[in-house]
């Protein structure tokens, strides 16, 4: 990760936290995993106006579902991969979402999601996982 991207990840993350803090409001924070070319344009039409998101490399996208506690940025990301599913015709597509913990750096944040995202492409049956995934190997 370049080090622009760094610095967006850190502050998406920050601001999530900030919000969190001064206004009690949920995030929740999410790793797609897209297979394929995919514009900022396209990928957008396909994500709530209210959240965020980032291109960390070719596959793969931070978005942090602003305003939203897990449960419901399950059913977002579940959305995003229909659209997703429909737009391509590609069902490689994968979703890590994670706990909100102000507590957590952004780089274990990342690391997180990262660690979530290659156990759910491991299963062939789920597409969006939460770091329940990980129970069994940390």
Not at 40 to 59: P, T
């Amino acid at each position: 990760m370049d080090d622009p991207t760094t610095n967006r990840l850190r502050a998406e993350v920050k601001k999530a936290y900030y919000l969190s803090e001064r206004y009690d409001v949920m995030s929740t924070f999410a790793l797609l995993y897209y297979e394929g070319d995919i514009t900022f344009e396209v990928l957008g039409s396909f994500i709530r106006v209210s959240d965020n998101f980032l291109r960390i490399d070719a596959n793969h996208f931070f978005i942090v579902y602003t305003y939203t506690e897990q449960q419901n940025a399950f059913k977002a990301s579940q959305n995003l991969l229909v659209n997703l599913d429909k737009y391509f015709n590609n069902i490689t597509s994968c979703v890590a979402l994670d706990i909100f913990d102000t507590s957590l750096h952004y780089t274990a944040v990342f690391k997180r999601l990262t660690q979530i995202l290659n156990e759910t492409k491991k299963n062939p049956y789920s597409r969006i996982e939460d770091e329940n995934i990980l129970n069994g190997l940390i």
